[in-house]
């Protein structure tokens, strides 16, 4: 049972245009979301997370946006450029430190 | 500073038989956790040790197993291999096990069941 929904499966963008990737989740005990990023050959690499009590946060490109009551959230890669084409997991973790992923998101980007 | 390390990093086992893959976390960390990552599953929740012990345990058959040692290094069995758990193995420690710790994961461990 997949705890966090993750779409697309796959995502084609070109070069500086903007890749939206979303997630749902329904279990209220999670309180963390990261987000991960893997490139082939690689285990997963912690990119951005965010806290429940805030509405959104950008590092750099990238920007998470949290809609607590509607359990969503999604990131956003701005001027997205070949080097962002990896996959892409969202993820919930409860406090006792269980952590679900979403299936994932292929990312291209095309130059 | 040394990155998780798992070993080895591919294996080949034949059905039915079993395996042991070995995890050494981040000096430091206290939490490790493992995951099984295939094509069509995504990254599948095994079981997470703090202090030596299982603290979390995912949706998977008893033929799973771990322990964790006393210098936080965790082993993962897997008995009686089917077809299907070829998969790459991932595991990932963290400092404390609070839910804001980052996680670091290894690169993994291929398994290939013949």
């Known amino acids: 049972q997949q705890q966090v929904k993750q779409s697309p499966q796959s995502l084609i963008v070109q070069k500086g245009g903007i890749s939206i990737i979303n997630c749902a989740y329904e279990n209220t005990a999670f309180d963390y979301f990261p987000w991960y990023q893997q490139f082939p050959g690689k285990g997963p690499a912690l990119l951005i997370a965010?806290?429940?009590?805030?509405s959104e946060k950008k590092e750099g490109r990238f920007t998470i946006s949290f809609n607590k009551s509607a359990k969503q959230f999604s990131l956003h890669i701005m001027d997205s450029q070949p080097g962002d084409s990896a996959t892409y997991f969202c993820a919930a973790k409860k406090r006792n430190n269980d952590m679900r992923f979403g299936a994932g998101t292929r990312l291209t980007v095309k130059p | 500073k040394a990155g998780v390390t798992q070993t080895p990093r591919y294996l080949i086992k034949t059905r039915g038989q079993q395996v042991t893959l070995s995890c050494s976390p981040i000096s430091g960390h206290r939490s490790v956790s493992w995951y099984q990552q295939t094509p069509g599953q995504g990254l599948q929740f095994l079981f997470e040790?703090?202090?030596?012990?299982?603290?979390n345990k995912g949706n998977f058959p008893g033929r799973f197993s771990g322990r964790q040692f006393s210098n936080s290094r965790s082993e993962m069995n897997v008995s009686t291999l089917e077809l299907g758990d070829s998969a790459l193995y991932l595991c990932?420690?963290?400092?404390?096990?609070?839910?804001?710790?980052?996680?670091?994961f290894g690169s993994g461990t291929r398994l290939t069941v013949v």
């Open positions: 990932a420690s963290s400092l404390v096990g609070q839910s804001t710790d980052g996680y670091t």
């Open positions: 040790y703090f202090s030596e012990t299982q603290r």
């Open positions: 965010i806290r429940p009590d805030v």
